[in-house]
Every structure is written in structure tokens, then in C-alpha cells.
């Protein structure tokens, strides 16, 4: 009997250690990443803003929150971690980041534009990979050591603009978020989004993002939308009668079902006929309003 109750004792301690260490797993890899990040479900996310970078189309300063602002997100699926990711590069930053990832054993998705005619020229590359979280952590820190990528970042101003936004959230039919003068979207499909037969959360990037900056009276805007094949010319169509240029079109994963695309798009004009030209290329997808 007592050998009974000793064993239920190191199997109740035993479960409650895992429990723990499952529960607090991702204070470790905020440690070893160097940044604390923000949780929704399985998810752990940390944003990495390119305050180091004064970035310029024209003569206008491309803010953080606009387009400058890498990420990595973990994802836990049962005994194993998922992460994916997206890196705002420099040119001469790309190849020591390319030769990282492979050394390590992660996967490289997509290396692409987002804007056009920007100085510097930046590129974005997406990476993933799947494993134990520590390990994970470590690996794509060193990813982040190839990169002037600021670890440690003052917190994003969440003031509120003299700007009113009201009546360009209601075009869009969503609430945004406010991040010093850059208003954000982030609108998910109808539709679930898997990878390898497993459902990718909203908040590991498979949203469509609208991202607007005012600039005196008006303002810029740039983001993408995420569609399908079918979907793909009627919003080139939509976005180009509004004078909003599309500025990329490629893809950010290599086997989610169903297939996707990520349009990318650049808007010079005020904040609502940007975002009436927004919403009419939301209008011809199959989005979560």
C-alpha cells in the first residue's frame, strides 16, 4: 500500500513538474532571445522594431510600426514547438542570415520586397522551423546575431494622434490599433489555415495587414493582403482603380493548405481614400469582418 502510494506521489510530481515547465517555457525562450514578448493561446510573439534604420521613400521617414518591424512567433503543438518568422533585412545583412538558418537546420520560406523605391533597400525573409523551444530559441538567436536587428527597443508610443481614426475604421469595418502615427489592421481569413495538417493560429502571420502613417494631412500606407489563387487579379483590379499600387505578390509558406498569396501594396493619398481603396480589395476576398 505505502509502495502504492509513493509511486502515485512521484507520477502526481512528476505531471506537475511537466505541467510547470510546459507553463514557464517561454520565459526561457524570452531569456535566451533577450526579449519579452506577448502570448495569445500557444502562441508567443516578439516584434523586434528597426528603430537603427532611417528609411525613406522619397522624402518621407518610413516609421517602425509601418513596415520595419521583424518577428519571430512560437507556436506549441502537443511535444513539439513551431516557429516562423519574418526578418527586415539589409542588403549586406542577407547572406550571413541565409548561411545561419541553413547551418542551423531551420527553413528559409520566402526572400522578397515589400516596398518599391525605398533608400536603403530592404528585404524580408521568412524562416521556420519546427523543434524542441529551447533549441529553437537558440538557433534562430543566432540568426538575430547576423543583424544590426535591435533586441532591446524603447515600448512603441501608444499615444493617441491628434488625428481622429474613427471614420477610417469604420471603412474598413474593423478596429485598428494605434501605434504612435501609424494606424494597424490585421483582418484573418474566413477560413482555417493549416501547415502539415495542423491549424496555424491568426496570430502566426496569416492575416491579412493594413498598415497606415500619417504624413502631415495625409498619409502612406502599406501592408498586404492575404489570397487565394482566384482571388489574386479582382483585388490587383480593386487596389489599382484606387491608385493604390501593388508593389509584390508571392508567397510566405511552402505547404499551407490552401494555397495562399500575399499581395503587397504601397498608397500615397489621404487616410480615407486610402482606406476606401483598402476596402475594396477586402471586399473581394473571403476575409473575417
Given at each position: 500500500m505505502?509502495t502504492a502510494?509513493?509511486l502515485?506521489?512521484?507520477?502526481?510530481?512528476?505531471?506537475?513538474?511537466?505541467t510547470y515547465a510546459?507553463?514557464?517555457s517561454w520565459?526561457?525562450?524570452?531569456?535566451i532571445i533577450?526579449?519579452?514578448?506577448?502570448?495569445?493561446g500557444?502562441?508567443?510573439?516578439?516584434?523586434f522594431?528597426?528603430?537603427?534604420?532611417n528609411?525613406?521613400?522619397?522624402?518621407?521617414?518610413?516609421?517602425?510600426?509601418?513596415?520595419?518591424?521583424?518577428?519571430?512567433?512560437?507556436?506549441?503543438?502537443?511535444?513539439?514547438?513551431?516557429i516562423?518568422?519574418?526578418l527586415?533585412?539589409?542588403l549586406?545583412?542577407?547572406?550571413?542570415?541565409?548561411?545561419?538558418v541553413v547551418?542551423?537546420?531551420?527553413?528559409?520560406?520566402?526572400?522578397h520586397n515589400h516596398?518599391?523605391?525605398?533608400?536603403p533597400q530592404?528585404?524580408y525573409?521568412?524562416v521556420?522551423g519546427?523543434?524542441e523551444?529551447l533549441?529553437?530559441?537558440?538557433?534562430?538567436?543566432s540568426?538575430?546575431?547576423?543583424?544590426k536587428?535591435?533586441?532591446?527597443?524603447?515600448k512603441p508610443?501608444?499615444?493617441?494622434?491628434?488625428?481622429?481614426w474613427?471614420n477610417?475604421q469604420n471603412?474598413i469595418?474593423?478596429?485598428?490599433?494605434?501605434?504612435?502615427?501609424?494606424?494597424?489592421f490585421?483582418?484573418?481569413?474566413?477560413?482555417?489555415?493549416?501547415?502539415?495538417?495542423?491549424?496555424i493560429?491568426?496570430?502566426?502571420?496569416?492575416?491579412?495587414?493594413?498598415?497606415i502613417q500619417?504624413?502631415?494631412?495625409?498619409?502612406?500606407?502599406?501592408?498586404?493582403?492575404?489570397v487565394?489563387a482566384d482571388?489574386?487579379?479582382s483585388?490587383i483590379?480593386?487596389?489599382n482603380?484606387?491608385?493604390i499600387t501593388?508593389?509584390?505578390?508571392?508567397?510566405?509558406m511552402?505547404?499551407e493548405?490552401?494555397?495562399?498569396?500575399f499581395l503587397h501594396?504601397?498608397?500615397s493619398?489621404?487616410?480615407m481614400?486610402?482606406a476606401?481603396?483598402?476596402?475594396?480589395?477586402?471586399n473581394?476576398?473571403?476575409?473575417?469582418?
Open positions: 505505502k502510494i509513493v502515485i506521489c512521484i507520477i502526481i510530481v512528476a505531471i506537475s513538474s511537466k510546459q507553463g514557464n520565459n526561457e525562450v524570452e531569456k533577450g526579449k519579452n514578448g506577448n502570448v495569445q500557444n502562441v508567443l510573439k516578439i516584434t522594431p528597426r528603430t537603427d534604420l528609411v525613406k521613400v522619397k522624402d518621407v521617414k518610413i516609421e517602425p510600426a509601418l513596415a520595419l518591424t521583424p518577428w519571430l512567433a512560437f507556436y506549441k503543438m502537443g511535444d513539439e514547438t513551431m516562423m518568422g519574418d527586415v533585412l539589409l549586406d545583412e542577407v547572406p550571413n542570415v541565409i548561411k545561419t547551418e542551423n537546420g531551420l527553413e528559409i520560406t520566402a526572400i516596398i518599391l523605391n525605398e533608400t530592404i528585404i525573409m521568412h521556420g519546427s523543434g523551444p533549441e529553437l530559441a537558440k538557433k534562430i538567436k540568426v538575430l546575431n547576423q543583424t536587428i535591435p533586441i532591446q527597443t524603447a508610443v501608444t499615444n493617441k494622434p491628434d488625428y481622429d474613427t477610417v471603412v469595418g474593423v478596429k485598428g490599433q494605434i501605434n504612435g502615427n501609424v494606424l494597424q490585421s483582418i484573418p481569413r474566413s477560413e482555417p489555415i493549416t501547415e502539415n495538417g495542423m491549424e493560429p491568426t496570430y502566426m502571420g496569416v492575416t491579412t495587414t493594413f498598415n500619417l504624413v502631415k494631412e495625409k498619409s502612406i500606407a502599406t501592408g498586404d493582403f492575404i487565394m482571388e489574386v487579379n483585388v483590379k480593386a487596389l482603380e484606387n491608385n501593388v508593389t509584390a505578390l508571392h508567397s510566405h511552402l505547404k493548405s490552401p494555397r495562399l498569396f501594396f504601397w498608397g493619398d489621404t487616410p481614400n486610402i476606401k481603396g483598402l476596402k475594396e480589395g477586402l473581394k476576398t473571403k476575409s473575417k469582418l
